[in-house]
């Protein structure tokens, strides 16, 4: 609990009452809220970033505010699910206008851009890093949330948009090898570290994903990482062909620097990567494309246990000796 409930509550009243717009929020007022769930399965999932871990904290706080809950709704998207609303949690040092306003109002901002309202949380004091945790909830039509464990052999390996952006962002923000490679090219390090602060969660893919996909999930620790883990899910493996993993032109100048492995394990991609039977590529393909989210088929899913093979041109195999992020 805070220190001075007066202070919490004013901090409240003042930052993010304003965006609490559903009406199971109360405005705030109650120390809970009420979702309802129209016939629908509610889809939860919960996310926190950590001053120093997933974000520095010399990083703007709007920035960090959508940061916070775009992880959050990269994960509903892959589950097929509509954003329904969100609660907040914010461990802060102090409470200073110039960090909170900016933090509140891009919050806010998002809040409408996506339709997930703020409905309720809890702010505390700490005297260790800042932490900004986000509980997300959306709907699915009932029994049909898009999990994990659907994979089966024959399946295409589909992912949205391109990977390792945020990863060669990071890197130019500590000064990493990508650092002097692109040492020339400020918009190219603008854009890389614009994706490591700002995820671009694919929310207008959530139904084509609930149509078509038989498993899917964001990739948050590294597309190798994260694609070993959903094959577990499934029980079988896969093998993707390294030259179709999607890059951007930034990227691909970096890449001779930095590897393929840092691209494939960095983490903070926040796309989809989804499983989707053969027969149903092309549709899924051309409905991506109408909402404007590009996809790439990468590889197919196999039968078997073992670890996802990944082969490059001339189909040799290639191996990864990092496949993703670790918290620990």
């Not at 998207?77 to 206008?97: C, I, M, Q």
């Not at 949205?160 to 945020?166: E, K, L, M």
Request: net charge negative; proline share 6%; aromatic share 4%.
């Amino acid at each position: 609990m805070a220190n001075n409930p007066s202070a919490e509550d004013s901090l409240i009243a003042r930052y993010f009452k304003p965006l609490a717009t559903d009406p199971g929020a109360f405005g705030l007022v109650d120390d809970a809220a009420v979702l309802s769930s129209s016939g629908d399965d509610i889809v939860v999932t919960t996310d926190a970033i950590v001053e120093g871990v997933h974000y520095l904290a010399t990083d703007p706080p709007d920035t960090i505010a959508r940061k916070a809950l775009r992880v959050n709704l990269s994960d509903l998207a892959a589950k097929g699910a509509v954003p329904a609303g969100f609660v907040l949690t914010l461990a802060l040092r102090s409470k200073e206008d110039s960090w909170l306003r900016p933090f509140a109002d891009a919050l806010g901002e998002d809040a409408r851009t996506f339709a997930c309202p703020l409905l309720g949380g809890d702010t505390v004091s700490t005297p260790g890093p800042q932490m900004i945790s986000i509980t997300a909830f959306g709907r699915v039509p009932k029994g049909r949330m898009v999990g994990r464990t659907g994979a089966k052999a024959g399946d295409r390996i589909l992912v949205t948009g391109t990977i390792g952006d945020a990863a060669l962002g990071l890197d130019l923000l500590t000064g990493g090898a990508a650092a002097a490679t692109l040492a020339k090219d400020q918009a190219a390090q603008d854009y890389l570290i614009d994706r490591y602060r700002v995820p671009r969660p694919r929310n207008a893919l959530a139904r084509v994903v609930l149509a078509h996909a038989s498993a899917a999930m964001d990739v948050s620790d590294g597309l190798a990482g994260d694609l070993a883990k959903l094959c577990a899910a499934s029980g079988v493996s896969a093998v993707i062909e390294a030259h179709r993993v999607p890059a951007s032109p930034p990227a691909t100048v970096a890449i001779s620097s930095v590897g393929l492995e840092r691209l494939v394990s960095g983490g903070d991609d926040y796309e989809i990567l989804c499983a989707v039977p053969d027969a149903r590529c092309a549709d899924f393909t051309r409905a991506a494309e109408q909402a404007g989210v590009p996809v790439t088929m990468i590889g197919t899913i196999v039968a078997g246990h073992g670890a996802p093979r990944w082969t490059d041109a001339q189909g040799h195999e290639i191996a990864l000796r990092r496949l993703s992020y670790s918290h620990f």
